[in-house]
């Protein structure tokens, strides 16, 4: 059964930090360009980076670049996004995604910039 489980979301202030995960299960991870989405409330969903099989290229929206570093661990199967200097418009649902052929998505995280 192929699981993508989101982490590490919540509310923090502008300017701050948070570390997102996605843990994966069920298909040849290594084998999968990952990548991080979000969507805010009535807009569309957006693609925020991007990391190919193994982290030798990664590719950022650019409202994020700069900000955001999107990493993988091929060992534990996880992806990661590090957000520095959050700001208001970062408010959104943030999803994993997996993609080979096949694309599988996670539930979602929420991240919540506000003083």
């Known amino acids: 059964q192929v699981q993508l489980v989101e982490s590490g979301g919540g509310l923090v202030q502008p300017g701050g930090s948070l570390r997102l995960s996605c843990a994966a299960s069920?298909?040849?991870?290594?084998?999968?360009?990952m990548r991080w989405y979000r969507q805010a409330p009535g807009k569309e969903r957006e693609l925020v980076a991007g990391?190919?099989?193994?982290?030798?290229?990664?590719n950022y929206s650019d409202s994020v670049k700069g900000r955001f570093t999107i990493s993988r661990d091929n060992g534990k199967k996880t992806i990661y996004l590090q957000m520095n200097g959050l700001k208001p418009e970062d408010t959104a649902m943030y999803y994993c995604?997996?993609?080979?052929?096949?694309?599988?998505w996670g539930q979602g995280t929420q991240v919540t910039v506000s003083s």
């Open positions: 069920g298909f040849t991870f290594s084998a999968y360009v």
């Open positions: 990391i190919g099989y193994y982290a030798y290229s990664t």
């Open positions: 995604n997996a993609l080979r052929g096949n694309e599988y």
